[in-house]
């Protein structure tokens, strides 16, 4: 069943409140009004904060749009916040892309453009949660006997203490405070903003903008426009000059999340632009140069996409400069009770619950299953769990199906159709049987690397999107080398 977004609209004209709901409404939105900063706050407050985006006024009496940008982003993390203000300047747009602000429209707005803006967000708030995880092995999943929360080990705004947690903070500490270019993989729930934000909070440019950009949200034909800006009339609906998110970086850092979803037209301008510290807006002639530390982001693996013609190899390797690759949750099973303590104590307070722990099978499950969406899939099953569990511990019965008997992953059989290595008739925990077949695939998976680079350990790494001394060390554990 599709659930259909809601927004909050705030600005203090009774007149400009009903002419954006029935505009929003139009566009299939659930439209709810506050008059000014404080009702906002308020109704946020009541529902918990349930809704995918805001709309807000920049000048309204009391609590102003800035004041309430200020506020969403200390409760509700990660809600896209949408300015709406007659005073367009650059300054205003980068103190409110500072705040926390996901974009700004001027009045007299457009209504293509606004529509566009919204949808942008909401698209983004639909996608996008992402958390950093853990490692503590096989300790309970809950807090301690006596009910008092443990300590939870964090650094850079990241849980846990695992050893590949380690080898990031390492790279953290030696790039961050650098203008040096990051690139950020790993799949999609793995925690790659939480890196770039880390990178940003950790350098001398934490108190300048960190302007994040969804490149998977943005239409095609409007990316140029939303990198670089654009001039009054360089298009249809371009009512108004508008900066760009390199312009509103300057000085400060760009995210770009997901950029292999730029088109490879624009990976040309994109490539200069990184190189030069300039670039002209769409529609302009004046050439604008910045300073921008610039992050990037993907789930896909970029060497495939420039061997396929998709990513252009000069952008490429302009990007992967720092290459930062976070693990998926499977490869970290042990990462999973300190997580979910974490994620307990945020959803008890958030739905007003007091659920203290997993029950001790429930916890099992958690740690054998694959969880092919890592931490997001994770935090989205367990506030469903949160809000649907009656006492103080989660027991396995509320658990979904695919968490109560997780299918083991499938090896490639001499046909290439799937098979088991394990009679599942026999008696074999799941924790066990995940780890046999995690273990079986990973073989399989490196000696194909190998095959394909001729024994080359450092493109096989490349391929598998894994460090050269992470392959070496699994070589190792397989006995590969031995094997020849």
């Excluded at 453009?113 to 958390?131: F, P, Q, W, Y």
């Excluded at 993989?185 to 925690?191: D, F, I, K, R």
Aim: hydrophobic share 40%; net charge negative.
């Amino acid at each position: 069943m599709s659930i259909t977004p809601r927004l909050l609209v705030v600005d203090d004209e009774a007149n400009m409140r009903t002419v954006l709901q029935g505009l929003l409404q139009r566009e299939g939105y659930q439209v709810e009004l506050a008059p000014d900063g404080k009702s906002a706050l308020e109704q946020l407050e009541k529902s918990g904060g349930n809704v995918h985006a805001v709309l807000t006024d920049l000048r309204m009496p009391g609590i102003d749009g800035m004041q309430l940008l200020a506020e969403i982003v200390k409760r509700y993390p990660g809600r896209p916040v949408v300015m709406l203000t007659a005073h367009g300047t650059v300054d205003t747009a980068v103190e409110a892309m500072k705040v926390g602000a996901f974009d700004f429209v001027t009045k007299p707005f457009n209504s293509d453009e606004l529509r566009a803006v919204m949808r942008k967000a909401v698209n983004t708030a639909i996608a996008d949660m992402d958390i950093v995880d853990a490692e503590p092995e096989d300790e309970d999943i809950g807090p301690a006997e006596d009910g008092t929360p443990r300590e939870i080990p964090s650094r850079f705004g990241m849980i846990g203490r695992s050893s590949r947690l380690q080898d990031i903070y390492t790279i953290l500490d030696k790039v961050a405070d650098t203008p040096t270019t990051v690139l950020v993989t790993g799949e999609s729930g793995t925690g790659k903003e939480l890196v770039a934000q880390a990178l940003h909070n950790h350098s001398s440019r934490k108190a300048r903008a960190f302007i994040r950009v969804n490149c998977a949200a943005i239409p095609h034909t409007l990316i140029e426009s939303e990198l670089f800006g654009h001039e009054k009339g360089a298009f249809t609906g371009a009512i108004a000059s508008k900066p760009g998110r390199f312009e509103l970086a300057d000085k400060g850092t760009l995210f770009l999340d997901e950029i292999a979803e730029i088109p490879t037209e624009i990976q040309v301008k994109l490539l200069r632009a990184i190189q030069e510290s300039a670039f002209e807006r769409v529609g302009g002639l004046k050439t604008i140069k910045v300073d921008v530390r610039l992050v990037a982001a993907t789930n896909r693996n970029l060497q495939l996409e420039v061997e396929e013609g998709r990513f252009r190899e000069d952008l490429f390797y302009r990007l992967n400069v720092i290459p930062i690759h976070l693990p998926p949750l499977r490869e970290r099973s042990g990462d999973i009770p300190l997580l979910v303590e974490h994620m307990l104590t945020r959803f008890n307070e958030r739905l007003k619950k007091s659920v203290r722990r997993l029950a001790p099978e429930a916890g099992a499950a958690f740690r054998a299953y694959s969880w092919p969406g890592n931490v997001r899939e994770m935090e989205n099953v367990l506030e469903r769990l949160v809000l649907f569990c009656e006492g103080d511990e989660i027991g396995i019965d509320l658990l979904p199906e695919e968490l109560k008997s997780p299918v083991p992953m499938p090896s490639s059989g001499a046909n290439g159709s799937t098979r088991l290595d394990r009679d599942l008739t026999g008696r074999v925990s799941m924790k066990e049987l995940v780890r046999e077949t995690t273990a079986q695939l990973e073989k399989e998976l490196i000696i194909q690397a190998l095959d394909q680079t001729h024994g080359n350990v450092t493109r096989a790494a490349q391929l598998l999107m894994i460090s050269r001394k992470s392959l070496q060390n699994k070589m190792k554990e397989f006995n590969l080398r031995e094997e020849g």
